[in-house]
Structure formats: C-alpha cells, structure tokens
C-alpha cells in the first residue's frame, strides 16, 4: 500500500522568513497530494493540494511543487506568520479518495 | 464543502467497554472515512464506509475490534469493542469533497482507564 514519508518532524523559523516541508510518496498511482493544517485541538484542514498533472500550485503565500519521477512533492510557505504555527500533515490518495497521511511537521513561527 | 457532526465530543470510559461514536453529514457522501489520531501523531486510516456494503479495513485494524455501520448515506458509526487505554485517541469522520480533498469532523476524544 501507499506510504508517505514527512520531513522535518518539527520546524522552528523566524517570522517572516521561509519554511519549506518535504514529503516522498511510494505508490507510483498516487495522482492528488493534499495538504492539510491542524491547529491544536482542532480538525485538519485543507490548505492546498496539487494533482499529479501539475508540477507547481500556488496560493498568495503558499505554494506546492510535485515531482512525480521522484515522488517528492513540498510545501513552501514564505513571510511566515505566527498564525501559522501548527501541524501540517502531506498527504497522498488515488482515484479512490482512500488518503494516506504522512507523520506530521511541527511548525513554529517565532515573533 | 460538508459539514460534519460527531459524537460524543469526548469520553472516558473503563476497560473491557464499548463506545460507539455517531457521524452526522449535512449532504449524501458514497463514501465516509473513519481515522484514528493518537496523542502527537498522524492520521492513521481504520476503514472505509460504503452505503450498503461492508467496511473496507486497512492492515492492522479488524471489524470485530472496530465495527462500522452505514445505514445510509450521510449517517455512520464507529463502534471500539473491548477497549483498552491502548484504544485512548481521537477518533475522526471524514467525507471526500469529491474531488478528492478530505473534510473532518471535529473528533471524538476517547480516554480509557
């Protein structure tokens, strides 16, 4: 079955400066990679997501990239913002919707 | 979008009980998503529901430890049979948006003593 792999397990950044999380994936079928936030003591929510047809997304200061031959896909989030200190999880899925999460970064954003 | 209702917010129940945990969309899904989120991890997917056939399992998890109703098609249920405070964790409904991404309810906290 699919496994997503998640690095770094936690990261710590400066307000304003950039944060970039990396994720590998095992299942060559996999076509939709998701993103998703988790504040604490919250339900996770989609923040972005890219299909396996598009190498780059972006969305005002977050953006994803894809690299399918690899099977890596990030998620770079530049100006941080204290508000956006929480746990951010990868994901992938095929056609059947069935998503696999990866292990979760930590993101600290320091005032 | 989907709104979802779980319940119970949260328990704590004793050893060697069952709980069941309710799931409420406010729109008709095929297919609805049970995961369990233990303290500082991931989600970890127990099965897939579909309306009028059995859960799909993934490895590690087993219908008689974990059985699932769907009656229909915005309504299911998660039962944990024989809980141990192994079994202490959240457990979440999910519903894909049909194109894939994934909408959560707010979670059932579950501690077991």
């Known amino acids: 079955g699919e496994n997503v792999e998640q690095h770094p397990s936690t990261l710590s950044v400066q307000e304003g400066d950039s944060a970039v999380i990396k994720c590998t994936y095992s299942?060559?079928?996999?076509?939709?990679f998701p993103w998703y936030k988790q504040e604490l003591g919250k339900r996770p929510q989609l923040i972005i997501d890219i299909r396996s047809n598009v190498g780059e997304k972006k969305d005002q200061r977050i953006a994803v990239t894809l690299n399918k031959t690899a099977k890596h896909f990030s998620l770079h989030i530049t100006e941080t913002q204290p508000e956006d200190s929480a746990v951010y999880f990868c994901?992938?899925?095929?056609?059947?919707?069935?998503?696999?999460f990866g292990a979760g970064t930590r993101l600290f954003v320091k005032a | 979008s989907a709104v979802i209702s779980q319940k119970p917010s949260r328990d704590i129940c004793q050893r060697g009980t069952s709980l069941t945990i309710q799931c409420q969309v406010d729109?008709?899904?095929?297919?609805m998503f049970w995961y369990r989120q233990q303290p500082g991890q991931s989600l970890t997917l127990i099965a897939t529901a579909n309306q009028g056939s059995e859960a799909t399992y993934e490895s590690g998890f087993v219908i008689d430890k974990f059985p699932i109703s769907r009656p229909n098609l915005t309504f299911s249920t998660l039962t944990v049979s024989n809980m141990s405070p192994e079994d202490s964790s959240i457990y979440l409904c999910?519903?894909?948006?049909?194109?894939?991404?994934?909408?959560f309810g707010e979670g059932s906290r579950l501690t077991v003593l």
């Open positions: 994901a992938a899925s095929k056609g059947d919707f069935k998503t696999i």
């Open positions: 299942d060559s079928a996999s076509n939709y």
């Open positions: 999910s519903v894909s948006g049909g194109t894939g991404e994934l909408f």
């Open positions: 729109s008709q899904v095929t297919m």
